[in-house]
């Protein structure tokens, strides 16, 4: 059988859940079924040089390539780049007839700023949502821009429950809407667990994951650890990511005087053994699709105490933490809970483990395939 060239529509590899969960995606879908090639709109840093790395097919459009000294080639990309900046103009439209002729499905991962790229003539068109369009104001705005282009995909695919109820209520459309969940490489995440990090041992460790920037609520994470420490409930705060708002959180960390406590580590390009090390991880996000991070620390066994309702999803029937409302004084008593009440922390931490079996990256990617099969026989 022929394999299904998929092409992922990214606008940049940054360090993020999103562009993790993709890495994953596109080393999980099995390589004799799926040609797969990942597609971003602007060069990114480390995160390019990653998927590389791992053998992933990366490309830019023609307007940012790096020029060729093969004079034919030069000619062509040259054409090319003119034809790919009248499809800007035209909001994208035909884009991926230029860049990646042949494409069976185009997948529009994460692409806002010209979603008519994410259609070609002859390729099926596949949407994700990674975000509650009702609990994140700026995703609720580019739908709603766009929601004239929904009809044209043929799967929306939303990353969990919640975030696929909030989609069809805000834009009233059911119809080729599923919910997938993000597969994580299980195996690669517990391997990656056990290299050793240097991290102080005197006292409890709580991890924070993420892109630091406002609506993940590390700020207000901050804030509440300091106030548990001056409670007498001394332990380590390390927040593991990079993003808009690092000058910011390290001038928040000066503010409180929290830099005996509070470990900025900064981008990492294996944030596991961090998880590992924790007693527990905390998401202090304002809003959420289904986060990445959550997964992985129930995969490594890691406990959870989270601001979002979303998480009920990851612990299914099980107590793999504590899901407070989403507002600074139930974070910090979540928090409280956790490094207080043992028989509570052992009740978790036993629930993250029996929980940690669902988290099988085959598995998680099976059910994607098929979604893409499926929608090949269409």
Partial sequence: M?????????????????????????????????????????PGKDWDQKFRDAGIHLIY????????????KKLGNISKKLRTQACYRAGGEDLMSVICPGADILVSYSMWDYPRCGFARGA?????IHGNVQTNPVFRELILRDRELLPRYDRIVCVSQASKQAFTEVTGR??????????INSGSVRHLAAQSVALPTD??????????SYEKGFERLIVQHKRLVEEGLRHYLVLVGDGPDRDYIRRTVQAMDAQDTVILAGYQANP??????????VCPSF????PVVGMEAICLGVPVVAAVPTIAELFGEEQCGLITPNTNESLRDGMRQMLTDE???????????????????RRMAKEVEEMFLQLMQE
Avoid: M, W
């Avoid at 459009?61 to 034919?72: L, W």
């Avoid at 006292?203 to 924070?208: D, E, F, S, T």
């Avoid at 809003?287 to 289904?290: A, F, I, S």
């Fill in 272 to 281: 596991y053994p961090y998880i590992a090390a924790s007693r527990f991880l």
């Fill in 287 to 290: 809003t959420e699709g289904l």
């Fill in 61 to 72: 459009d023609y307007s940012c390539r790096p020029a060729t000294v093969n004079p034919i």
């Fill in 124 to 128: 099926k068109s596949v949407k994700y």
């Fill in 2 to 42: 022929e394999r299904v060239k998929i092409v992922f529509i990214e606008d940049a590899l940054v360090c993020g859940g999103a562009e993790q969960a993709l890495y994953d995606l596109a080393l999980l879908l099995d390589p004799e079924k799926f040609d797969v090639t990942v597609l971003a709109q602007k």
């Fill in 203 to 212: 006292a409890p460790l709580v991890c924070g994951v993420g892109r630091l």
């Fill in 174 to 183: 059911t119809e080729g809407v599923e919910a997938h969940y993000n597969p």
């Fill in 343 to 361: 028989e509570l922390y052992r009740r978790c931490r036993a629930g993250a483990e029996k929980r940690s079996r669902f988290f099988t990256g």
